[in-house]
């Protein structure tokens, strides 16, 4: 059974860092793309972040670009997202996704496997 455990969110303010981890289980992590995606109320899941399988390519949304940083540890079967210069805008609930490929896409219907999400709240 695949499971992808959140951790990390919280409330913060504008201007402040988070990190969240993704820890992955029941799955070939090493082989699969993973990607952060982010949904506020109201709006459409959002394409924050992925990473290729092996960690040697990464891409950004543009809303976060030079602010965020995905990263991967296949050692211990983890996902990061570092979260720098949080905006108010940033508020959201995050989730991890895996894909059943090693190269990553920006579509969420393109991943098989997600978490149940962390919040993240960042005041003004």
């Known amino acids: 059974q695949v499971q992808l455990v959140e951790s990390g969110g919280g409330s913060v303010q504008a201007g402040a860092s988070l990190r969240l981890s993704c820890a992955a289980s029941?799955?070939?992590?090493?082989?699969?793309?993973m990607a952060w995606f982010r949904q506020a109320p109201g709006k459409e899941r959002d394409f924050v972040a992925a990473?290729?399988?092996?960690?040697?390519?990464?891409i950004y949304g543009d809303s976060v670009k030079g602010r965020f940083t995905i990263s991967r540890d296949n050692a211990k079967n983890t996902v990061y997202l570092q979260m720098d210069s949080l905006k108010p805008e940033d508020t959201a609930v995050y989730y991890c996704a895996g894909r059943r490929a090693y190269y990553y896409s920006s579509a969420w219907n393109e991943y098989d496997y997600w978490g149940q999400g962390t919040q993240v709240t960042v005041s003004s």
């Open positions: 029941g799955l070939a992590f090493s082989s699969k793309a």
């Open positions: 990473i290729r399988a092996s960690g040697s390519s990464t």
